[in-house]
């Protein structure tokens, strides 16, 4: 069970240079990408790898950056959220600032298996209920929303429940916390096997 | 029961092992690595003590921080002079190194973006699966390959087991008949798939493109479909191996040889759908009714036929869809109604993994041909794909129509289409580019991206607003 502060990114299409530019993406590290989160909406000017982010100018209209939505660590955003590029600095950024799950009415591929492997939750909801989240997340100051994966719900303040589909293997790693590469390794045996097979009937890719 | 898809054939061939819940493991036949989404997935390997399960299977090329000028490039690594894109690219360099990968470094004359190189070299292969840390890997579909863009957890699993873990995508039909009409190029067939379907259309799907007018196309011009397949959301795409096909694979340097060519030959020509396969979704578009296809907004499905103008959002009945139209209006600084031959351009740029290769070079070449650039054009960059695509280009004197007519020359790498490197569009400048995404920013901070084939590029940068290129074709002699 997680419980957070929503805000609200009321907007379509959202892709991954929108969620994080393309400049911070030459770190060969994993973290340390929250402070660029939406970095062009983020900010009025335009922000550098490696630069002390303090003293930048915010964008005031930009919702991140509204007093009441201080801390927030579930996104509630529109269709087709993370589309664009592979890159994992999206989750690593959304995760890096803070946020836990997401909410929105469809995902890119890429991006929403992305957020699997960084433990973050992102949740198809129909759209007719997110037009209604937007609505009270408005509406109410310090709107907050709680999932409980175990039972695949979101419970709204109100004590109504949304439920939601989450793939099983999926949500087994995240209740646990397993590492995928360990797991695949489990069944070595069975990829060595596939791959003897496969070399002999198909050795030109093995040249 | 009904016959497969060719995604059908490629998934049950490579499937290792099919879970309860759905997912499975698909083995992976080659991973293409570029410097910046691999950094991360080595360390990952390094702090486990992991080694690849198969070092000989991956392939790397850095681009993406690749520095364009000949000057820069004459410098090798000291010519990167960000010091923050100088250490991604020793990096891969480095990591390649420990892991044992093969890599065509920075100043090997084959380096390039890594979706122009792969099928150059022949890494690319029909039938196999193939992986990159981007998007952008949809681009070797083109040759009948199941290829994903991954992210770089997935770039790390797949180094340490050979495998992917996978669900099943649902099987898309896009189907172009018919032929298309002088001056109208693959890019147009693509950008008119999105604006069709949209962003999100394919999102599920693995997006096979058939019909005469795919079939007709060149390698280079299925590339660039393929390429753009993530543009409609879809991962992967695909086209049906044909003699086409062969005749681009045969004796690439990484391509079978001799008797091991014949066989893998005659295996090649199974990878197409059954007649009687089942797809989930089918589109059917009209070759004839395609017209050359300009972006006025920030997403590729904003697209207009170079006839039209800018839309008005008043008119769009979703209002979710309204707003973002408003939205990226008003970031283009464009008025509704608006021809889009009215826009002014400010830059040019011709490159990127979906317009870099020889054939894209070509169909600029002949449009700009002793002409000179529009005095309002500020920058016009030509990047081809690779070192090879290069030296080709040079042989047929490209080049030097290029240079003649007023535009740079470059050196190979990803350049502007995301401007990693130093390659950059100005705030509030228009730029009439041959790449694949018109986001806000992905040419350079508050830059105007106008999503666009080679040979539209071209004409632009000779009038300094769009044309519709078919009227300057009727004058050429081509």
Known sequence: ?207 | MSGKTLYDKLWDSHLVKQRDDGTALIYIDRQLIHEVTSPQAFEGLRLAGRRPWRAESNFATPDHNIPTTKEERRQGLEGIRDPISRIQVTTLDDNCREFGIFELDMNDERQGIVHVVGPEQGATLPGMTIVCGDSHTSTHGALGALAHGIGTSEVEHVMATQCLLQTKMKNMLVRVDGRLNPGVTAKDIVLAIIGEIGTAGGTGYTIEFGGEAIRSLSMEGRMTVCNMAIEAGARAGLIAVDQTTLDYIKGRPFAPKGEMWERAAAAWKGLVSDADAHFDRVVVIDAAEIIPQVTWGTSPEMVAPITGEVPDPDKETDPSRRENMKQALKYMGLTPGTKMTDIKLDCVFIGSCTNSRIEDLRAAAAVVKGRKVAANVEMALVVPGSGLVKKQAEAEGLDKIFIDAGLEWREPGCSMCLAMNADQLGAGKHCASTSNRNFEGRQGFGGRTHLVSPAMAAAAAVHGHFVDVRDILLTLDI
């Open chain 1, 1 to 207: 069970m997680q419980s957070g502060l929503v805000m609200p990114l009321d907007r379509a299409n959202v892709d991954t240079d929108f969620i994080i530019p393309k400049q911070f993406l030459k770190s060969i590290k994993r973290s340390g990408f929250g402070v660029n989160l939406f970095d062009e909406h983020r900010y009025l000017d335009k922000g550098e790898p490696g630069r002390d982010n303090s003293g930048r100018p915010l964008n005031p209209d930009f919702v991140m950056n509204k007093a009441r939505y201080k801390g927030a660590s579930v996104l509630l955003a529109r269709e087709n959220f993370g589309c664009g590029s592979s890159r994992e600095h999206a989750p690593w950024a959304l995760d890096d600032y803070g946020f836990r799950i997401i909410i929105a009415p469809s995902y890119a591929d890429i991006f929403f298996n992305n957020c699997f492997k960084n433990g973050i939750l992102p949740i198809v909801v129909d759209r007719k209920i997110v037009d209604e989240l937007f609505v009270e997340v408005e509406a109410q100051e310090g709107y907050s929303l709680t999932v409980d994966l175990e039972n695949q719900v979101i419970i709204r303040p109100s004590g109504a429940t949304i439920p939601f589909n989450v793939d099983s293997f999926r949500k087994y790693c995240l209740l646990n916390g397993l590492d995928d590469i360990g797991i695949t390794l489990q069944d070595a045996g069975e990829i060595k096997t596939f791959e003897k097979g496969w070399r002999e009937t198909s050795p030109w890719y093995f040249g």
